[in-house]
Nanobody
């Protein structure tokens, strides 16, 4: 199993940038596909972006394409979410998720391990 811990959330003005980090612990962490999801109050948890274990493939939600970038450093067992040109509607709790087998997916139910989440608030 992999344990995930997010950091880097906070308050930022619209148009600004923020970088989230997710530290993965566990002997096999570098072999897991990792993804970022977000959940605003009263909504379901949805994909933001994901990356394969070797970093060769990424996926993004249409709403963040061109603004957000997912990357990973397997030497540090860390995945990042660089968020630029933030909008008020990006306000949510952001979660890191790990998927042991199979390809990266947009479906939250297919992920095996979750972090506790880090809140991001974008002010007008």
């Amino acid at each position: 199993q992999v344990q995930l811990r997010e950091s880097g959330g906070g308050l930022v003005q619209a148009g600004g940038s923020l970088k989230l980090s997710c530290a993965a612990s566990g002997r096999t962490a570098s072999t897991w596909n990792l993804a970022w999801f977000r959940q605003a109050p009263g909504t379901v948890r949805t994909i933001v972006g994901g990356i394969t274990s070797n970093g060769g493939e990424t996926i993004y939600a249409d709403s963040v394409k061109g603004r957000f970038t997912v990357s990973r450093d397997n030497a540090k067992n860390t995945v990042y979410l660089q968020m630029n040109s933030l909008k008020v509607e990006d306000t949510a709790v952001y979660y890191c998720a790990g998927k042991r087998f199979g390809s990266i997916s947009t479906w939250a139910g297919s992920y095996d391990s979750w972090g506790q989440g880090t809140p991001v608030t974008v002010s007008p």
